[in-house]
């Protein structure tokens, strides 16, 4: 089971009511044989920008993020289900991030043209191709001379 | 008498010289190695190799970080400063994207503007000088 982060947006509501949707939505997880590794709150704060959800205008919402191990076939239908909800104002999930490793290539970037390593390859691939749209002249035109400069 | 002088002057004395000299190099081998012989270093003057900000500071962006994120996104109009003005290698330039993508999709950042308490942060690098030169 790979790990998802649903970042959750429920609507402005008591303390009581928020409990028990965050209820609901966890136990649409366990229900699912998924399990829940961490609930983030990051508060309750002003959205960017204003978002209709079941025929409501939200300013503000709730924010969450909840990390959980859930089988890939399952994270349709928990959006599904998740879109049915009132509370819910929006709701993404996104795979979980893995650990970065890759060593710095600015170095290289930073090179002029001719010394990275992809401009050499297009060159290279330049090379093979012929250009179409340079006009070359036809030694069978009728003339018994070469009417340019060479 | 003079014939003869320059006679011993041109052929015998550089002879005696040339001795001399042989016998000083065979004599003191090691003294000739030990004092200004070159030494085995590394490039003294080889530059650092340089590093982008993010790989510098070893940071990972995230979606969920949009304080840090919004350093990378202009103030007036809220779009993502190219790789030309952030200076940033080219996967972690693209993972900024990304995550900006999402952070806007997740509604933690807005799309046209930045967040106003964000403007005074420090600035990562200046717009108006960009490390390649472009055509705006
Ligand atoms: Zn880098």
Same mark, same amino acid.
Request: some cysteine; overall charge positive.
């Given at each position: 089971? %790979?790990?998802?982060?649903? /970042?959750?947006?429920?609507?402005?509501? %008591?303390k009581?009511?928020?409990?028990?949707?965050?209820?609901?939505?966890?136990?649409?997880?366990?229900?699912?044989?998924?399990?829940?590794?961490?609930?983030?709150?990051?508060?309750?704060?002003?959205?960017?920008?204003?978002?209709? /959800?079941?025929g409501?205008?939200?300013?503000?919402?709730?924010?969450?993020?909840?990390?959980? +191990?859930?089988?890939? $076939?399952?994270?349709? +239908?928990?959006?599904?289900?998740?879109?049915?909800?009132?509370?819910?104002?929006?709701?993404?999930?996104?795979?979980?991030?893995? /650990?970065? +490793?890759?060593?710095?290539?600015?170095?290289?970037?930073?090179? %002029?043209?001719?010394?990275?390593?992809?401009?050499? $390859?297009?060159?290279?691939?330049?090379?093979?191709?012929?250009?179409?749209? $340079? &006009?070359?002249?036809?030694?069978?035109?009728?003339?018994? &001379?070469? %009417?340019?400069?060479? | 008498?003079a014939?003869?002088?320059?006679?011993?002057?041109?052929? #015998?004395?550089?002879?005696?010289?040339?001795?001399?000299? @042989?016998?000083?190099?065979?004599?003191?081998?090691?003294?000739? *190695?030990?004092?200004?012989?070159?030494?085995?270093?590394?490039?003294?003057?080889?530059?650092?190799?340089?590093?982008?900000?993010?790989?510098?500071?070893?940071?990972?962006?995230?979606?969920?970080?949009?304080?840090?994120?919004?350093q990378?996104?202009s103030?007036?109009?809220? =779009? #993502?400063?190219?790789?030309?003005?952030?200076g940033?290698?080219?996967?972690?330039?693209?993972l900024? *994207?990304? *995550? #900006?993508?999402?952070?806007?999709?997740c509604?933690?950042?807005?799309?046209?503007?930045?967040?106003?308490?964000?403007?005074?942060?420090?600035?990562?690098?200046?717009? *108006?000088n960009? @490390?390649?030169?472009? =055509?705006?």
């Amino acid at each position: 089971m %790979p790990t998802y982060e649903l /970042a959750l947006m429920l609507r402005a509501m %008591p303390k009581t009511e928020l409990k028990t949707s965050l209820k609901r939505i966890s136990h649409a997880i366990f229900d699912r044989g998924g399990i829940i590794r961490s609930i983030e709150n990051l508060g309750f704060r002003a959205m960017p920008y204003k978002t209709s /959800a079941h025929g409501l205008v939200h300013r503000e919402a709730n924010y969450f993020v909840i990390k959980m +191990d859930t089988g890939t $076939k399952a994270v349709a +239908d928990l959006r599904e289900e998740y879109s049915r909800d009132v509370d819910v104002i929006r709701q993404r999930i996104f795979k979980s991030q893995e /650990a970065f +490793d890759k060593t710095c290539t600015l170095e290289e970037e930073l090179l %002029p043209p001719a010394y990275r390593k992809e401009v050499q $390859k297009m060159i290279d691939v330049g090379k093979t191709q012929v250009n179409r749209f $340079k &006009y070359k002249f036809k030694y069978n035109s009728g003339l018994d &001379y070469y %009417p340019f400069q060479r | 008498m003079a014939l003869l002088k320059t006679l011993v002057s041109r052929y #015998i004395l550089p002879t005696t010289y040339r001795a001399t000299a @042989i016998r000083y190099s065979s004599t003191d081998p090691k003294l000739a *190695e030990s004092d200004d012989s070159p030494v085995e270093m590394e490039n003294p003057y080889k530059k650092e190799v340089r590093q982008c900000i993010l790989c510098k500071l070893n940071i990972t962006p995230d979606y969920k970080n949009h304080r840090l994120l919004s350093q990378f996104q202009s103030p007036y109009t809220g =779009r #993502i400063y190219g790789r030309h003005i952030t200076g940033l290698c080219k996967a972690k330039q693209d993972l900024v *994207e990304s *995550e #900006i993508r999402k952070a806007q999709n997740c509604a933690y950042m807005p799309y046209y503007y930045k967040d106003k308490s964000f403007l005074k942060d420090p600035k990562l690098f200046d717009p *108006e000088n960009p @490390i390649r030169s472009h =055509r705006f």
